[in-house]
Structures are given as C-alpha cells and as structure tokens.
C-alpha cells in the first residue's frame, strides 16, 4: 500500500540532527521550561510575525488557553464551524463555553457572511480555523465583528499566509498544534499560542502554569500545567528551519494532483499562502473512488466524517448553530489522499493516474 502518511520519511532526513539535540537535552539535565523552550518561542514568534509566543502541551490545550485568556468562560459563546474535527468544540466544553456552529463555503472555510446572524450578547469569541492549510480571511471577519476577539487555529496551516502575513498574527490569538503529522511536527504532541496584544500574552503565560505569577504564587484562576517539553522544543527548532522547503514539497505534490484533477479540488483557495496540510478532494461518489484508491494501493482517509454536532458525545452538550447546509452535505464528499514531504515520485504518479482514470470515467459529478 502507499501509505496515507509516512513519518519516517518526513522526519529521516533530519535524523542526524535530531539524534544530536536530543542527546545534549538530555545531557543538559534540563527538561522543562529552559532554553531550547525560549529559542524556539523566540524563533517561532519571529517567523509567524507575532511579539509573544508560548509553547505548551498540545493543540487542544492551545485553544483552551487561548479562550481563557481572551475573557471566555462558562455560558459564554464561541462561534466556530463544525466541519474541523472537533478540537474547538472540545476546548469550548471543557472551560463550560458554548460553541456556535456557522455554515462554511464550499472552500470548506467559515462562511464569513453567515458571521453576524450568530451574534449575540453572550459571543465572547470567534474562532477561525484554517482548515486543510488554507487561510481564513481574519481582516473580513474582524470587520464583521467588530472588537469582538479572534482566535486563529492554525493547526492545519503553519506557514500559511495572506496578504504577506502568516495565519497566527492576523487575529488577536493564534493556536498551534506540533503533533507530528502537521506541517510543522514535533516528535510527539506539543502546540503554541502566539500573539501580539500584551494583555493576552500576560494571560497565556500565567495559565499554562498553574496562574503562577511567580513559583507557587497563582494570582489568576483556571491556570493549569500545559507546558512544551524542552525536548520536543529542539526538535521542533530543527524543523522550523526546514518548514519552507518541506510546505513547498507538499504544495509539488498537491499541484500535481489538481493538475489530474481540477474540479475534484477545485474548492481550495490555493492563492499565495497555501501550504497543502491535506489534499481533499470532492467526489459524488465517494465510496466508489476509495475502492478504486484501494484497489491502486493508496491508502485514504476522511477529514472529518462527522460534524461536531453530530457526534453523540454532543447529545447533552449545550450548542447553538445556524444553517450548516453546506457544512451537512460537505462530509458525504470529502477524501483526503497522500501528501507530505518526501513522498517517492512514484507514489505520488499512482494517485495522479488514479485520479485521471476516475475523472475519465465520468463518476466524478454523477
């Protein structure tokens, strides 16, 4: 089979050096919170345009944090989609927060128009997710809703950009996932908050730490301990080095396969600031095109299946939504095929014929 992902590939190339800064972390006897954590805050800070960076443990805790520290709390509304995995819905039920569910485009991004209806007295925030590696416009939303706060989670999107800015500097907060399937991976989880509002900043660094103003001082509430290993901060310093050369890689691939096959990917935005996190395609007949993946030996997978509102986890969870017509029917056509850095040529031929001979077939828009 060709793999959907493959880890060893994206991350040999730079096993001498991981090896070696994994070695002197260790050596440093310094695990947690120390300078590969401050480089790499630095340097990631540098690179999305932003004054603040924090590392922490993870995506999730990353948006959970983020909400925190723009004022969202218990019975408190967040507007977002329901077509993104369910990583914001997690963070809104785990502070108490109510998510708000708005329709996408057909890009599958957040349908900016369909912003104000939502509104509320209770919104507290709005998260964007740029989803697939494409990037929200944050400047249209931020005019839609006026100083109502923006997270951006850009779990999806590292390096992402428009309009010369990178996702994560465009709203008030940007979040960001480091497992190591995204485009920028650590060894293991770890994710980051970024921002440029002082105020905020102050807010991430006290909660990821138990409120600590200083040791064992907690001056603020709902602190926790979600803080970026020191190791997976090396890794991830290697690999922010490399995270151009890898995004152009995936973006190569992804390319030839809108080339076999325009209209299946023809919702992306694949403007200036693309970063191919996944290659999604569109097909009428989904089912149908998997088993003919499986039959070429391609492996597949569906990102996301289900809405957030559909799971039955929500069925005693608080949530208001609007229309989600596009958002419903968008899940019955989605496949993502393999993209990532250092796949074999070979490989990536296998599914651009593939693609060819299933649009040649005519199935495609049956």
Not at 138 to 153: A, F, G, H, L, T
Not at 161 to 188: C, E, I, M
Not at 236 to 251: F, P
Request: hydrophobic letters at 40%.
């Amino acid at each position: 089979m060709i793999p959907f992902n493959d880890l060893k590939a994206v991350f040999g190339p730079y096993m001498e050096s991981l090896a070696g800064v994994s070695r002197s972390t260790i050596e440093s006897g310094w695990f947690v919170l120390g300078p590969h954590v401050d480089s790499f805050q630095k340097n990631f800070a540098q690179y999305i345009g932003t004054t603040d960076c924090f590392g922490v443990g993870n995506g999730t805790d990353a948006l959970e944090i983020a909400l925190r520290a723009v004022g969202v709390g218990a019975g408190d509304e967040v507007i977002t989609v329901a077509n993104a995995g369910g990583y914001t819905t997690s963070a809104c039920i785990s502070i108490g927060a109510i998510p708000v569910y708005c329709d996408i485009e057909t890009s599958l991004l957040i349908d900016i128009d369909k912003i104000p209806e939502l509104l509320s007295s209770s919104t507290k925030a709005i998260v964007v997710t740029h989803l697939y590696g494409q990037a929200v416009n944050v400047e249209c939303v931020r005019k839609m809703v006026k100083d109502i706060p923006i997270v951006e989670d850009c779990a999806e999107a590292h390096g992402a950009s428009l309009q010369g800015r990178k996702v994560g500097s465009l709203g008030d907060v940007g979040t960001f996932s480091f497992y190591p399937t995204k485009n920028l991976g650590a060894l293991g989880d770890g994710g980051a908050i970024t921002t440029s509002q002082d105020h905020y900043a102050e807010n991430i660094r006290l909660l990821r730490q138990y409120g600590w103003a200083s040791k064992y001082n907690s001056s603020i509430a709902y602190g926790r301990n979600s803080r970026l290993d020191e190791l997976q901060a090396a890794f991830l310093n290697i690999m922010l080095e490399n995270l151009e050369v890898l995004n152009k890689q995936r973006m190569e691939i992804f390319q030839q396969y809108a080339s076999a096959a325009p209209e299946m990917f023809s919702h992306f935005h694949m403007g200036e600031g693309y970063v191919a996190h996944l290659a999604v395609a569109h097909t009428a007949h989904r089912d149908e095109f998997r088993e003919l993946c499986t039959q070429a030996g391609i492996a597949t997978d569906i990102h996301f299946p289900l809405l957030d509102c559909q799971q039955d986890s929500m069925t005693n969870i608080a949530y208001r939504r609007g229309g989600l017509s596009v958002s419903e029917k968008s899940v019955h056509n989605i496949v993502s095929l393999p993209c990532y850095p250092h796949m074999p040529q070979a490989h990536v031929d296998v599914v651009v014929e593939t693609l060819r001979s299933w649009v040649e077939s005519g199935k495609n828009l049956q």
